[in-house]
């Protein structure tokens, strides 16, 4: 294979790899964000059926303090102000995204039987890069107030803030009850989390409303960032190899 071509097939294999991770941890929710008041306690009292889940907390939104207040709260709503984070490598597939998978031809056409998506995955690595955040929410170990842990799901912008130490009020939360894997069993246990429930920060219907349109503008981000990299690396080989247009 000619130096020209050995330079333009790294090329793009490296502009693939730079897309597909800036594809899987570009964060475009906030673009598509509306702005509003923070939730306060006394409008969640007033609008008992409305679920304020996801929604910023105002500063009488009531904090937990560990995880005993998580289990007990009676709280219609409620956020927290967590003092650090554990990466648990736990995924869970988010309920806004389809659940089966469809084989394609290039024309477009469904052929073979639907593959259903596994409920849950299990990483190696605690939070690399190269997880699936398309399709899975990760599951987090809250540290907080009184230094005890619960399980949670929130946005990685937030789990990310609170990792560099900043200080954090997390979107308003519910108590969500669903099964978790052995694995993230057995890391509960050493940091002795319950289990039965899990603060949950995200508002499902909005995201399912608006997954279609995140996924494209990410996807044209990656297209660019492919095309981008991949030109930049073509260009810079062909100058340190000396390829000329003849070599190519």
Same mark, same amino acid.
């Given at each position: 294979?000619?130096?020209?071509?050995?330079i333009?097939?790294?090329?793009?294999?490296?502009?693939?790899?730079?897309?597909y991770?800036?594809?899987?941890?570009l964060?475009?929710?906030?673009?598509?964000?509306?702005?509003?008041?923070?939730?306060?306690?006394? !409008?969640? !009292?007033e609008?008992?059926?409305? &679920?304020?889940?996801?929604? !910023?907390?105002?500063?009488?939104i009531?904090?937990?303090?560990?995880?005993?207040?998580?289990?007990?709260?009676?709280?219609?709503?409620? #956020?927290?102000?967590?003092?650090?984070?554990?990466?648990?490598?736990?995924?869970?597939?988010?309920?806004?995204?389809?659940?089966?998978?469809?084989?394609?031809?290039?024309? +477009?056409?469904?052929?073979?039987?639907?593959?259903?998506?596994?409920?849950?995955?299990?990483?190696?690595?605690?939070?690399?890069?190269?997880?699936?955040? !398309?399709?899975?929410?990760?599951?987090?170990?809250?540290?907080?107030?009184?230094?005890?842990?619960?399980?949670?799901?929130?946005?990685?912008?937030d789990?990310?803030?609170?990792?560099?130490?900043e200080? %954090?009020?997390?979107?308003?939360?519910?108590?969500?009850?669903?099964? %978790?894997?052995? #694995?993230?069993?057995?890391l509960?246990?050493?940091?002795?989390?319950? #289990? +039965?429930?899990?603060?949950?920060?995200?508002? &499902?219907?909005?995201?399912?409303?608006?997954?279609? #349109?995140? =996924?494209?503008?990410?996807?044209?981000?990656?297209?660019?960032?492919? =095309?981008?990299?991949?030109?930049?690396?073509?260009?810079?080989?062909?100058?340190?190899? +000396?390829?000329?247009?003849?070599?190519?």
């Amino acid at each position: 294979m000619k130096k020209g071509k050995v330079i333009a097939v790294c090329s793009t294999l490296i502009g693939l790899v730079a897309a597909y991770v800036l594809f899987v941890n570009l964060d475009v929710e906030p673009l598509f964000r509306e702005e509003r008041e923070p939730v306060t306690l006394k !409008e969640a !009292e007033e609008n008992r059926g409305t &679920d304020y889940t996801g929604a !910023e907390a105002g500063d009488d939104i009531p904090r937990l303090s560990g995880k005993e207040a998580f289990e007990t709260t009676l709280s219609p709503v409620f #956020t927290a102000e967590p003092i650090d984070i554990v990466a648990t490598g736990a995924y869970e597939l988010k309920s806004w995204v389809k659940p089966y998978t469809q084989r394609r031809t290039r024309k +477009g056409r469904a052929y073979g039987a639907p593959k259903k998506k596994p409920q849950f995955l299990q990483y190696k690595s605690p939070d690399g890069l190269f997880h699936n955040r !398309e399709d899975y929410l990760p599951f987090y170990l809250l540290k907080l107030p009184d230094e005890s842990y619960i399980l949670a799901q929130i946005p990685k912008r937030d789990a990310d803030a609170i990792r560099r130490g900043e200080h %954090v009020v997390l979107p308003i939360g519910r108590k969500a009850l669903k099964g %978790v894997p052995s #694995t993230l069993r057995s890391l509960c246990e050493t940091y002795d989390a319950p #289990t +039965g429930s899990v603060y949950y920060a995200f508002c &499902d219907a909005w995201y399912e409303k608006h997954y279609t #349109t995140m =996924f494209l503008v990410r996807a044209a981000a990656a297209f660019v960032t492919l =095309f981008a990299v991949a030109v930049v690396l073509i260009l810079i080989g062909e100058k340190v190899f +000396g390829v000329s247009e003849k070599q190519a």
